[in-house]
């Protein structure tokens, strides 16, 4: 009998993704597929649900082609997705609006705090307090009563991933609802109800099997079980193996998060008053994380505004440029707030900009003052966790902007801290929750055990402490100066 395969899907930021792994979490085949957000007015961030269908299936069909006959061994598919997002489907599940407002759509930033108003603080699940997924909820029950009245069920990216796959109305603790039952206070502040929500189960829960419809669109065997999974950052904590109280990792993908695994809830105040997203992780532990909005995007605006010739996703040629440029970037810093600035002080209004410029800046110093910028963007969350007795001795790193070496070794050397590179992502976390889920591993500590691979290590050079502590120094000056 061939080795049991796994099917990891992940609906990320900016494609969904599909990967097949073995049971030692070795990956055997993968591919992707984009999509676009669009940003209609200031504030909104919009996806199409058919693009993310779409993109899925142009994944799930290059993969089955690479897999060949081995898609036979298939016992299951475990799920991913990014949010908070909103999509009010009808009786049959069909989308009532072409858009879903992502988590990088800020519109309803009134709502929320008439929900915090009239509820307290509350776990805001996916978002942070301004960007709820039941914020949203109710921005549609204000804006567009019509279709919130025609709504059967209100759900988030993965729900509706899951319903069109297996046919039911279903999430898990870390998606959305941000704990193992729905805030009944606020959703009735929202006007809603939560039979009008999908039903909450355990994040391991086999939920149905894949439709035959499904199956044969995807190309994959009938019947396979499916497993809702966590959402992406559950997802790609656990593809590091952080399942311990203080673990730490980071994520250098579209935007940048901080997190910290916890064995015990953060207080709603304390999730409000830091600005931390916070949501139930795997049986016994919770997750707290801080956000930055611009990540690896602010490499990707760069190239493409900076660099003639550059082909969309080639950044060698930028980070081998970056590369010469001294630690410090010659006095140039870069504030890394093209989308707002994220934690530990939201503020929707801040912009980016580059500051010390001379007439002998050259382009690579400003390559890597980007890179430095968005490192100096996690030092801020980095001591803010630190203030709440968070202070790391390792930080677990991945995501597409982990895989330069350069920029590895700035954030390194700017938090001073060793890092550990895993070169997994959302997808081996989606597939080790399908593990548990089919029965292959008891619970998620053996299949940490036996899927996680050792990570690279960077450790900080000790020579640049004192560069990057002045240049931090700087950025933090010139940061509350324009921003006070």
């Known amino acids: 009998m061939d080795e049991p395969l796994l099917l990891g899907l992940d609906l990320g930021t ?78 049959q ?43 949203k909820l109710l ?46 206070t606020v959703v009735a502040a929202c006007g809603w109800s939560v039979d009008r929500l999908a039903q909450v189960v355990a994040s391991t829960d086999q939920i149905g099997p894949l439709l035959p419809t499904r199956a044969e669109a995807l190309g994959l065997p009938v019947g396979l079980p499916v497993v809702i999974g966590l959402n992406d950052g559950a997802s790609a904590t656990l593809s590091m193996g952080a399942i311990q109280p203080h673990e730490m990792v980071l994520t250098l993908a579209t935007s940048g998060v901080l997190r910290v695994v916890l064995q ?21 532990r919770s997750i707290a994380g801080g956000h930055i909005r611009l ?35 010659r006095g140039v810093i870069f504030l890394p707030y093209l989308l707002g600035r994220g934690g530990p002080q939201a503020d929707d209004a801040a912009q980016g900009g580059f500051l010390g410029l001379t007439f002998a800046t050259t382009r690579a110093d400003l390559a890597r003052a980007v890179l430095e910028g968005v490192a100096f963007a996690f030092r801020e969350l980095l001591d803010d966790f630190a203030g709440m007795g968070y202070v790391p001795p390792l930080i677990r790193i991945s995501g597409g902007g982990a895989r330069s070496e350069l920029w590895r070794q700035i954030l390194a050397d700017v938090l001073n801290c060793p890092l550990a590179y895993f070169t997994a992502d959302s997808t081996l976390g989606a597939a080790m929750m399908a593990a548990v889920g089919v029965g292959i591993y008891a619970n998620c500590n053996p299949a940490v055990d036996a899927m996680v691979h050792a990570p690279e290590i960077t450790e900080p050079h000790l020579q640049h402490q004192a560069v990057y502590a002045d240049a931090y120094r700087h950025y933090q000056y010139l940061r509350d100066r324009l921003f006070a």
């Open 93 to 135: 599940g069909q989308p009532l609006l072409d858009t879903s407002p992502t988590w990088q759509d800020t519109r309803c930033l009134a709502q929320a705090e008439h929900l915090l108003a009239v509820a307290g603080p509350y776990p805001t699940g996916m978002g942070l307090p301004h960007n709820t997924f039941l914020a």
């Open 295 to 329: 990540g690896a995007s602010a490499l990707s605006w760069f190239a493409d505004t900076h660099w003639t010739g550059h082909a969309d996703g080639d950044y060698i040629g930028v980070l081998a440029e970056a590369a010469t440029s001294p630690p410090g970037s």
């Open 264 to 284: 015990d809830p953060i207080a709603p105040q304390t999730q409000l008053d830091h600005k931390l997203f916070a949501w139930p992780y795997v049986p016994g």
């Open 14 to 91: 900016t494609n969904a993704k599909a990967a097949v792994y073995d049971r030692q979490g070795s990956l055997v085949a993968e591919s992707s597929a984009a999509y676009a957000t669009d940003y209609p007015q200031p504030g909104w961030a919009e996806q199409r649900p058919a693009d993310w269908l779409r993109a899925l299936t142009t994944a799930c069909r290059q993969l089955m082609h690479q897999l060949g006959p081995r898609r036979q061994a298939l016992v299951g598919i475990g799920l991913a997705a990014h949010g908070p997002g909103l999509v009010l489907v009808d009786r």
């Open 139 to 184: 921005w549609v029950c204000e804006h567009n009563p019509a279709i919130a009245r025609r709504t059967h069920v209100a759900l988030g990216v993965k729900d509706y991933l899951a319903h069109w796959l297996t046919g039911e109305f279903v999430t898990e603790p870390s998606t959305n609802a941000g704990a193992q039952v729905w805030p009944q």
